[in-house]
């Protein structure tokens, strides 16, 4: 009984993880399964026939590399455009900062729906064909604010002696910025560019309003959500999550390698 | 001496022209960005305030009219989803709060070098896409499924049909169900600014209120939880703001009777094609979520969330 009370933290923190992951194993499990039908809700039995075949859906992969496309293409607008305002904000003084700072602001503290819609009504207006292009000009806009925020805090917590000490010991400007400025913002910038792939490529709300008739990954999703999943879905599903994380834990053994023969 | 300290009239143009530049560096870094914003932004809204007072066919076109009556009459027909909106994103956000903090506070003070192994765990679901991961809730939540099975046993379906959030046998296209997708999505936001405000706090506050007498208890009250305002307030703003506005859970997970807004709004805008009370129904949304977080910071007392 004490045992359980002072461990209690311990125990609801895991409970909320199971929360978590739970739904990741199920796609994981079903991923697996031969379902009876369209619709892969209920367990049948275990087949691999789904992950020897992942692109037997019609038009599934041309949709998800779609997606890796714009998400691609809205990375790169949307880090180098929010760098660029991060480095702005910190380094130099200008007028109407506080209407810069809501403008960058109000996109993160509005509900998605609104963003879409209002978009969706600038287009209709000017007659813009809805597609690839629109698509990514509304990814490079909702990700630029969260790129603004993590490069501006990390440039905020740079050390200026740095690049006082690089300049007095004769670099110039640029090299001053490619040399000493550059690789200290860039976890900043690289955290700001995996967070903007991140939300683009798995945006529905934003696209599903000004996509047209152009289909990427979540808006294939949504529509076999009505007509049918195939089993594939949880097969991409399964495969990024299994690729990310491989990604993310071979990062940190290369990050813990490097601090220890760095210690050594 | 004077000619020495005086600048020559000749040299001065060049260092102002340069200065002039130098001075232009933050615009030209600001204005492609900022246009960006502007332009695809705040322009749109512009555009969706004059569609909502509008009036006319699909046909014939639209005309601004000045035509207000559309809000009243959006809010009219609408209000219960406006309702059913905040109170659901209102229930995920507390249970977030409620789910979210003990897990941070384990990663940042229990976790020892488990640490980034959990924070890996709560990022990982991130990588399978949101919808996939929403429509395996459907199968957790299934008609005579394991989980459903097991509540029932336990009385709980009892319990919460009687209070209406469920209704007999079923979870699925119910209120909890709708909830509990919410709260499931959004929680990796709440558990991150959690923990990053908690990783903050100096474990020497802790030891010293412990010297001090205190219970844990009193510890955590007077010491923890108010040094963990600020991720609190980020990340109830990051969980409320996007599920007032969502309509995934609704459509995937609700039934009719648990459309939100969002759903009426994206029904309008891309089936019924209504757009003045689409327009309309937006900017209410905006403008009631847009309140609530000016209030909300102000109380709270955090203005640098940016």
Redesign the interface.
């Known amino acids: 009984m004490r045992w359980l009370r002072r461990n209690v933290i311990v125990i609801a923190g895991l409970a909320t993880l199971a929360y978590l992951i739970l739904p990741n194993v199920v796609v994981m499990v079903f991923s697996f399964n031969k379902p009876n039908g369209r619709f892969n809700y209920s367990w049948q039995r275990f087949s691999t026939d789904a992950w020897k075949d992942p692109c037997g859906v019609a038009d599934m992969c041309g949709s998800l590399s779609l997606s890796l496309q714009i998400a691609a293409w809205a990375t790169v607008g949307a880090t180098v455009l929010g760098t660029m305002i991060a480095f702005a904000l910190v380094r130099y003084r200008f007028r109407a900062r506080g209407a810069i700072n809501s403008l960058i602001f109000l996109p993160m503290a509005m509900p998605e729906v609104v963003m879409a819609a209002s978009l969706l009504t600038l287009f209709l207006n000017l007659g813009a064909q809805l597609g690839f292009w629109t698509i990514l000009i509304a990814h490079i806009m909702f990700c630029l604010s969260f790129v603004v925020t993590a490069v501006k805090a990390r440039v905020m917590s740079m050390d200026p002696r740095l690049e006082e000490a690089a300049r007095d010991l004769y670099a110039g400007p640029v090299q001053t910025f490619v040399r000493v400025t550059l690789p200290i913002a860039a976890p900043g910038i690289v955290a700001g560019a995996l967070l903007a792939f991140a939300l683009s490529f798995d945006d529905f709300i934003i696209t599903n309003f000004n996509a047209g008739s152009t289909v990427t990954f979540p808006m294939f999703v949504w529509g076999s959500a009505q007509r049918g999943t195939p089993v594939q879905i949880n097969v991409i599903g399964t495969a990024m999550f299994v690729i990310a994380v491989v990604v993310v834990v071979a990062g940190q053994l290369a990050a813990n390698r490097r601090a220890n023969s760095a210690k050594a | 001496m004077s000619a020495l300290t005086e600048a020559p009239p000749a040299a001065d143009l060049p260092v102002r022209k340069a200065s002039v530049r130098k001075r232009l ?3 030209w ?2 204005v ?3 246009l ?3 332009v ?6 512009v ?2 305030a004059s ?1 909502s007072v509008q009036t006319g066919t699909l046909e014939k076109g639209f005309q601004v009219t000045w035509h207000f009556q559309t809000y009243w009459d959006a809010f009219k027909e609408y209000y219960p989803q406006f309702v059913r909106s905040l109170l659901y994103a209102g229930t995920a956000t507390v249970l977030c709060l409620l ?2 903090y ?6 940042a003070f ?1 976790a020892g070098r488990w640490r ?1 192994v ?1 924070l ?21 939540l ?1 008609d005579g ?1 394991p989980v459903v099975h097991a509540l029932n046993s336990l009385h709980v379906l009892d319990v919460t049909s009687w209070l209406g959030f469920t209704e007999g046998d079923r979870v699925l296209a119910t209120p909890m169900a709708v909830v509990c997708g919410l709260t ?1 999505n959004f ?2 936001f709440m ?1 991150l600014p959690l923990y990053t405000s908690l990783e903050r706090i100096d474990s020497r506050l802790h030891e010293a209120a412990g010297d001090l007498y205190a219970t844990p208890a009193t510890t955590f009250r007077k010491v923890t939880f108010p040094l963990s305002m600020p991720g609190v307030v980020s990340g109830t ?1 990051l969980t409320f ?2 599920a ?5 859970n609704a459509e ?1 997970l609700g039934s009719t009777d648990q459309k939100m807004v ?1 759903n009426v ?2 029904s309008q ?2 089936r019924v094609l209504d ?1 003045p009370t ?2 309309a129904l ?2 209410i ?2 403008a009631i ?2 309140v609530m ?1 000016t209030v909300y910071i102000r109380r709270a007392g955090t203005e640098d ?2």
């Not at chain 2, 990022?123 to 199968?139: E, G």
């Open positions: 560096v933050p615009y870094l600001l492609p960005g900022l960006w914003l502007i695809f932004f705040a322009l749109p809204l555009y969706q569609t789910l979210g003990p897990l941070a506070y384990l990663i229990k980034n959990i890996v765990l709560v990022i990982a679901p991130f990588f399978t896409s949101f919808l996939i991961r929403t429509l395996a809730w459907k199968t957790i299934a499924g499931y929680l990796p558990i703003l703001i996007p007032s506005g969502d309509y995934v995937l969002g709004i994206q805008f891309l757009y689409a327009a937006s900017f949304l905006m979520v847009l977080v969330l940016v």
